[in-house]
């Protein structure tokens, strides 16, 4: 099952975003809070809207009367993409996307981010889209074709990766080792069709960024 996931970020293209969802055949949508009011914007309609409800409007509420709806606390441990993720979770989904993830507050960007580690955990294809960038996060040995010419960043999180391997780029990495204070793995550039990405220890942010 396929899920997408409307946070309560920045939405700076609606058409990106009614593009973006064309390449899905009936997903799963989880509207997280205030994500509503972009799904309504999309005319789309979601399977359920969850979290604290402290960002949706009054117009979004009613347009969606009819849809399940799972209110939570305001003063909560968990944000409200948090929740949509659990929920995702508990559903068997094989892949999540989630939108409106980042913006101009960090700390809900990176938050955000991190919990991509939550789909590692449950064996799930996890990942962050906006109309700048792609996220991904991996823990194991990956093969991608991504497009040549593709600019991709590769960082380490939660701690050192070893022994990594890498081919298909312009700059290749032999038995490296990377930390978080010697990221070197920035602007990488896609040279081959097949890209193989190894590594014995640690996980790797995979970001696709376009200026």
């Known amino acids: 099952m396929k899920v997408i996931i409307f946070s309560n970020g920045e939405y700076r293209s609606l058409a990106f975003y009614d ?11 989880i509207c997280a809070d205030g994500g509503a009011n972009v799904a309504k914007e999309l005319n789309i309609v979601p399977d359920i ?16 009367r009819n849809v399940k709806c799972e209110r939570h606390p305001v003063r909560k441990d ?8 659990t929920h995702a979770i508990a559903l068997g989904a094989s892949e999540v996307t989630i ?8 700390d809900h960007s990176l938050g955000n981010i991190f919990l991509l580690t939550r789909f590692l955990e449950a064996g799930i294809k996890g990942k962050i889209v906006n109309e700048k960038n792609l996220i991904l996060l991996i823990n194991e040995n990956e093969t991608f074709e991504f497009s040549i010419g593709t600019v991709i960043s590769l960082l380490p999180i939660g701690g050192d990766v070893e022994e990594i391997n890498i081919s298909g780029f312009e700059y290749p990495i ?37 200026d």
């Open 78 to 85: 968990e944000t409200d993409t948090e929740l949509a993720i």
């Open 174 to 210: 032999v038995n490296g080792r990377m930390t978080m204070k010697n990221p070197y793995g920035i602007s990488n550039v896609v040279t081959q069709q097949e890209q193989k990405i190894s590594f014995a220890k640690g996980m790797l942010l995979v970001i696709i960024s376009e």
């Open 19 to 29: 593009d973006y969802l064309k390449k899905f055949d009936q997903p799963y949508i």
């Open 49 to 64: 809207i969850l979290g604290d409800m402290d960002s949706i409007t009054e117009e979004t509420t009613e347009f969606y």
């Open 99 to 106: 939108l409106g993830a980042l913006g101009s507050r960090l």
